[in-house]
Every structure is written in C-alpha cells, then in structure tokens.
C-alpha cells in the first residue's frame, strides 16, 4: 500500500526529542506566564501522531525557514500549513500573521518546475470563524480550510479530511504518488526534461521495461550532452557533436569525453568521478538492450531496486549543469 507524504508546517509542535512529560516545563522557560500559548503544543504533537497512526508519512516543519528548505528538497502529496505562526522566533511579528500564506506560495513556485501534480494544500487555522476572510481567500486559491482544534476531536477531523483527500487523489491519479514514480526530480530546467521524466516515470508505473531501458540512456544522454556543450561551446563543440557527420558524438563517445574532463567541473562538485562514469555506462547499456534486443535480463524490480542510485545520478547531472559557469 502506497504512502501519501504529508507536510505539516506548525510552529506549534514541540520538537521531537522532548519527551511528553517535559514539554509544558522546556516551553514554560521560553514563554513564561502563557499558558494558553503553552497548552497548545502537546495537542499539535498528537495530531502528527494521529496522522502517522492513520498511515500517512509525515514530515513535520517546525519553522518557516524549515518548511521552505523541505519544499525545495522534497515532493509532498498534502501540505497542511498553519497560517500563524508566532513560536518562530526569525519569523517578523509583522508577518507573523500571515506566514502560511508565502509557504503556500513557496510550494507552488516549487512545483513549476516539477514533473509532480500539485501538493494538495490544507490552510489549518483557528481563527476562520472570527476571520471568515480567510477561509474564503483559501477556496479562492483552491485551498481547503480545516479549523485547527487543540484537542482529541481537533485530530480525528483532520485525520478524517485527509483520508478523504488521500481517496480522492488514489482515485483521480493513484499512478502519480511518489512512492509510484522512479525519478523524483524536483528542480528541472525546462519543459523538455520535464517531458522526458514524466514519460519515464509513466513507463515504470506501466511496467514497461524495454522502452523505459530507453528513455532512462535518453535522458543520461541529453545530460551529457548539454553539460559538455555549456561548459565548453563552440570552441570545444568536436566533445560532443561529430563535425563530419553533422550528429552528436555517440554516447561513448560522450561518457568516455566526459571522463576525461570530470576533472574541469570539480569547480562545481567534486563528486562527479570514475563510479559515476560507471554508472552512466550501466545505463547506457541496459539502454542499448532494449532497443537493439529483447533483454529478458532487465526487470522493472531491478529499475526499483537501483531508484535511489538512479535519483542520485540524475539529480547530480542537473546540478552541474545548472552551476556551469556561462
């Protein structure tokens, strides 16, 4: 059974490793005489519990600057975002307010450049019955307001709402939660990568291994490409183009090019070495099989066991091609 991931944006949780029976007095040095204030941190930490005994993969945020560092990093099928936040002590008590508004607006700048559906964003408030407002701008901006309750009925309503959610997006795109995809690309330069990885990803959902072996040695492919032609243009162009020929070097060519200069792009990271050579040609090869032969050897299984090598080796292709000095 697939996992939804799940982020709860909340400076309201206590951080993890205080123990229960240590919370109120750890956060009554902090805010002394606030007891109202104080008393809604266990609550919010049996929400999370209650989410994650429901089966949902939760991550929590604790902090805005926290929260905006997992939205770069990390695709998530439901956002809950607390619009106040007034326990984050970098967070401006002028924007205090408002807060969860720009994390909204951070995850969906992040998905502009994403092959994911949208995060489902859930705006979590206490104050949408004094401030109506703000649950209409929610729906406005296709957000769904939940009232933010501190107690047991507070956490099986928001447990029940994202049940609700998880069965409408399993039934409107079951094939596209994250732990059904094999690249999990976040941060993707334009819309022909883009492209490329969602058809990748469609192919893996539909267990066809062959073409996938395809697309996967495509892909690597166009990386190099583009790598070896920002870092070195014209004046290097015979590194990655057959000027005779008027086509790209083969792809041996290519890696075997790539090898030889890995040492010009230590500027940018000094991880590209000799084991990630290997593992483009691994690609290379699994590619070259599906399209030149039945290969009864490749397995979708196999394609899921190397997933993180795989994410690993793409993720670091993009990332020096994006910081190539130009």
């Known amino acids: 059974m697939t996992r939804l991931k799940v982020l709860f944006a909340d400076d309201q949780i206590p951080d993890e490793e205080i123990p229960d029976e240590d919370v109120v007095a750890t956060l009554e040095k902090i805010y002394p005489g606030d007891n109202d204030f104080i008393?809604?941190?266990?609550?919010?930490?049996?929400?999370?519990?209650?989410?994650?005994?429901?089966?949902?993969?939760?991550?929590?945020?604790?902090?805005?600057?926290?929260?905006?560092?997992?939205?770069?990093?990390?695709?998530?099928?439901?956002?809950?975002?607390?619009?106040?936040?007034?326990?984050?002590?970098?967070?401006?008590?002028?924007?205090?307010?408002?807060?969860?508004?720009?994390?909204?607006?951070?995850?969906?700048?992040?998905?502009?450049?994403?092959?994911?559906?949208?995060?489902?964003?859930?705006?979590?408030?206490?104050?949408?019955?004094?401030?109506?407002?703000?649950?209409?701008?929610?729906?406005?901006?296709?957000?769904?307001?939940?009232?933010?309750?501190?107690?047991?009925?507070?956490?099986?309503?928001?447990?029940?709402?994202v049940n609700f959610i998880d069965k409408h997006l399993s039934y409107k795109s079951g094939q596209h939660l994250l732990d059904d995809v094999l690249l999990e690309v976040v941060d993707i330069p334009d819309d022909f990568y883009k492209k490329l990885i969602e058809e990748i990803n469609q192919l893996y959902q539909n267990r066809l291994v062959l073409a996938l072996s395809v697309l996967v040695r495509k892909l690597l492919e166009n990386l190099v490409i583009d790598i070896l032609r920002k870092q070195y243009g014209t004046e290097g162009k015979s590194l990655f183009y057959d000027i005779k020929r008027h086509r790209f070097q083969d792809f041996s060519d290519l890696i075997e090019n790539l090898k030889e200069k890995q040492a010009d792009f230590h500027y940018v990271t000094d991880s590209l070495d000799n084991r990630i050579i290997v593992d483009i040609k691994s690609y290379k090869e699994k590619g070259n099989s599906g399209a030149h032969s039945i290969d009864t050897y490749t397995t979708i299984d196999q394609f899921k066991q190397k997933r993180d090598n795989l994410n690993y080796l793409v993720q670091l292709l993009f990332r020096i091609l994006k910081n190539i000095s130009s």
């Not at 929400?47 to 429901?54: C, M, N, Q, S, Y």
């Not at 929590?60 to 007034?86: P, S």
């Not at 401006?92 to 994911?116: M, P, V």
């Not at 489902?120 to 929610?138: D, G, K, N, W």
Request: proline share 4%; glycine share 2%; with cysteine.
């Open 39 to 161: 008393n809604c941190f266990l609550p919010m930490r049996h929400a999370v519990k209650t989410l994650r005994d429901g089966y949902y993969d939760v991550t929590v945020a604790r902090t805005y600057a926290e929260a905006l560092d997992l939205i770069k990093t990390t695709h998530f099928d439901i956002a809950i975002v607390d619009l106040r936040w007034d326990a984050d002590e970098k967070v401006l008590r002028s924007q205090s307010d408002n807060i969860g508004w720009a994390i909204c607006d951070a995850l969906e700048e992040a998905e502009k450049n994403t092959a994911f559906p949208p995060t489902f964003q859930i705006v979590y408030s206490s104050r949408f019955q004094r401030e109506p407002h703000l649950a209409i701008r929610a729906a406005q901006e296709s957000k769904l307001p939940v009232f933010k309750s501190y107690n047991e009925a507070g956490s099986q309503a928001l447990l029940a709402t």
